[in-house]
């Protein structure tokens, strides 16, 4: 059984805002080494929806993790949502990467969400920022804060022979950076 504030909560997710929000993400173009459109887009989003604590980390060019915060009232544990930008479609010199004309996520006639980089990983990015969002809005009043952080490099590759430099710098390259930098929280 939920209670008042779950209720709450609930009530303030619009399911329409979160399919358009992961098929809008999942249209961006930004492959591994490529992020920044995408860091851009969140952090236009975050704003624009009152994340008054959100930021970049530039890693370094057209690399930047995204992240934002919603504060909590103190006391209590912060719990970290993350999730990569990067997606292998449209990754440059990658053969079978190159991307067709025309949408690369959609919605079909079922309501059924399509695209490769809605399922990895924009989709759940999307579910977290809505959530975290409706959170915000209900009022309801968190100890801990929240922490979204959106980042960079994860499903890259690791520099190898011509294929060297910061924009082949993948594996958990933006996760941890983060970390490294000053975000953490105690449950992700």
């Given at each position: 059984?939920?209670?008042?504030?779950?209720?709450?909560?609930?009530?303030?997710?619009?399911?329409?805002?979160?399919?358009?929000?992961?098929?809008?993400?999942?249209?961006?173009?930004?492959?591994?080494?490529?992020?920044?459109?995408?860091?851009?887009?969140?952090?236009?989003?975050?704003?624009?929806?009152?994340?008054?604590?959100s930021y970049?980390?530039?890693?370094a060019e057209?690399?930047?993790?995204?992240?934002?915060?919603?504060?909590?009232q103190?006391?209590?544990?912060n719990?970290?949502?993350?999730?990569h930008?990067?997606?292998?479609?449209?990754?440059p010199?990658?053969?079978?990467?190159?991307?067709?004309?025309?949408?690369?996520?959609w919605v079909?006639?079922?309501?059924?969400?399509?695209?490769?980089?809605?399922?990895?990983?924009?989709?759940?990015?999307?579910?977290?920022?809505?959530?975290?969002n409706a959170?915000?809005?209900?009022g309801v009043?968190?100890?801990g804060?929240?922490?979204m952080?959106?980042?960079?490099?994860?499903?890259g590759?690791?520099?190898v022979?011509?294929?060297?430099?910061?924009?082949y710098?993948?594996?958990?390259?933006?996760?941890?950076?983060?970390v490294?930098?000053?975000?953490?929280?105690?449950y992700?």
């Amino acid at each position: 059984m939920l209670g008042k504030e779950e209720e709450k909560v609930l009530e303030l997710i619009d399911e329409k805002e979160l399919v358009n929000l992961a098929v809008a993400m999942g249209n961006i173009t930004a492959p591994s080494g490529y992020e920044q459109p995408m860091a851009d887009f969140v952090l236009q989003w975050l704003r624009q929806n009152g994340f008054e604590k959100s930021y970049q980390q530039q890693l370094a060019e057209g690399r930047a993790n995204t992240i934002g915060i919603l504060n909590g009232q103190g006391g209590g544990k912060n719990l970290i949502f993350n999730s990569h930008m990067d997606s292998e479609q449209g990754m440059p010199g990658r053969v079978g990467q190159e991307l067709p004309p025309g949408p690369k996520a959609w919605v079909d006639e079922k309501g059924r969400i399509f695209g490769q980089a809605v399922q990895n990983d924009r989709g759940p990015m999307a579910a977290f920022m809505i959530a975290t969002n409706a959170i915000k809005n209900s009022g309801v009043q968190l100890r801990g804060d929240i922490i979204m952080t959106m980042v960079v490099g994860e499903i890259g590759m690791g520099p190898v022979d011509e294929f060297r430099g910061h924009r082949y710098i993948g594996k958990g390259y933006g996760s941890q950076h983060a970390v490294a930098h000053g975000v953490f929280g105690d449950y992700a």
